[in-house]
């Protein structure tokens, strides 16, 4: 007889399954990105249960909220750049193409070669599951090594919370060159999304602005927290900085302007968490140690520093992957609003120590 | 069935249907967030396997590793969408184009 926890993990798993097929097979993509979010969020409570309440809180902040945003943000600037087409092509809009066939097998159309290729599909993802499975199932029965390793070093690592004890003390080089990935990412979008207005804010009403205003503060507040949790309990500088971005982006989609990528004061920003975090290495080596080994008495304040370095960074960052656009970018923009929106004077986003109040002041 | 081998049969199996999405999709934006699904099912994977016996909880490492993971996955997906949102200035740039000749 199982117990109502191992039903609830079979209950989990197969809704998480069925969720991802219908985010794949779904006629509608706003339906498909919406049925992304949820799956984000139940893909949190499988964190939970597997006690990894660090990816819990990642996962739910970044995976399931602002990927979700970026995604719904892109369908609605696309779609609206497709509005002459569709207009002209009523069958080109993925939208309104017949929404008869059975929800299960969309492909099914009246194409022979349609039905082919869900046969394909089905074939490919029916070996490429099973092979994995025959290869996963005896490694998921088998026993694994003791992690003493870990729990001897927590002692010296100068935190308590393990997680973040190997994100940067113990792999503190995986987390360095993470975090110039995410810079890479920003300057790789930033002239990509030139010239395109990429976010589409309408003026918010009373009632979301009074919410913002309750919302924004509480906000920072749990990011605050979360960044000085995760020295001793899950949290921590990613956690932190999706919360910042977070409360900065729903700042941006009620129409506050988003953070000015050509802005002096926003690169600083933008490259402090990696500065701070190389000063820092520097200085641990000046003092005779190795290159991000922190000697011990200092690891604790060491790994603080870094951290608060890196939230401001990320959270940056990760506002300026919904496209950050520059006033001589948006000068160059056909549409004249956007001219008179910079002629009227700077509203940048505030710093991110204080994200988001700049469009509510 | 123990909850281990639970999600890491999960994980796999929205590895595959992630993998698949990638290859069979025919519409861009639906290839993003089946590579988005395939990555979850690969940390889902990563995770579950971390908390094999006999250790007491879930190894912190493959956490951290599933965090970076996390992080890395959404910058990809926003240097994609940005692709994306791109192209499809420049599909409606054309058809205009094509319209004004026609």
Known sequence: ?361 | MNVVLMYAATGTILLSVGLSGVFFCAHMLRKILAANLASSGLFLLLIALARREPAAATDPVPQALVLTGIVVGVSATGVMLALYRRLAAWNALQDTVEERQG
Not at chain 1, 246 to 275: H, M
Not at chain 1, 301 to 324: C, D, R
Request: glycine letters at 10%; proline letters at 6%; aromatic letters at 6%.
């Open chain 1, 1 to 361: 007889m199982p117990s109502s926890l191992e039903l609830f993990d079979a209950l989990l798993g197969v809704t998480l399954v069925g969720i991802g097929l219908r985010v794949l097979l779904a006629r509608d993509l706003f339906q498909s990105i919406v049925l992304f979010i949820v799956f984000g969020l139940l893909l949190a409570i499988a964190w939970c249960r597997l006690e990894a309440v660090d990816v819990a809180l990642a996962e739910a902040a970044i995976g399931a909220g602002l990927t979700g945003a970026l995604l719904l943000n892109t369908l609605s600037a696309t779609q609206r750049s497709d509005v002459t087409r569709t207009a002209r092509l009523p069958e080109a809009d993925p939208v309104s193409v017949a929404a008869t066939d059975s929800p299960r097998s969309p492909q099914t159309g009246a194409h022979p070669h349609r039905i082919m290729r869900a046969a394909e599909t089905v074939v490919f993802a029916t070996l490429l599951a099973g092979g994995l499975l025959v290869v996963v199932v005896p490694l998921a029965c088998s026993a694994t090594a003791p992690r003493i390793e870990t729990e001897r070093a927590l002692s010296w690592s100068g935190v308590t919370n393990p997680v973040t004890a190997v994100l940067l003390n113990f792999r503190a080089y995986d987390t360095l060159l993470e975090v110039a990935v995410l810079w890479l990412a920003v300057l790789a979008i930033i002239p990509l999304s030139a010239g395109t207005s990429p976010t589409t804010p309408h003026p918010a009403g009373a009632m979301l602005l009074a919410f913002l205003r309750l919302l924004v503060p509480l906000t920072v507040l749990v990011a605050s927290y979360l960044l000085w949790a995760g020295t001793h309990s899950p949290g921590g500088a990613f956690q932190s900085a999706a919360m910042l971005a977070a409360a900065a982006v729903l700042g941006i989609l009620c129409g506050g302007r988003i953070a000015n990528s050509a802005d002096r004061r926003w690169r600083v920003v933008l490259v402090a968490g990696i500065a701070v975090f190389l000063l820092v290495a520097g200085v641990g080596m000046g003092a005779g140690g190795r290159f991000l080994a922190w000697p011990h008495p200092w690891a604790g304040q060491a790994i603080v520093t870094i951290e608060t370095a890196l939230t401001a960074s990320i959270a940056l960052t990760l506002v300026l992957l919904f496209g950050g656009t520059s006033p001589e970018q948006s000068a160059h923009d056909a549409d004249g609003n956007e001219r008179n929106r910079t002629a009227s004077g700077p509203r940048d986003m505030p710093a991110p120590g204080s994200c988001g109040k700049g469009p509510l002041a």
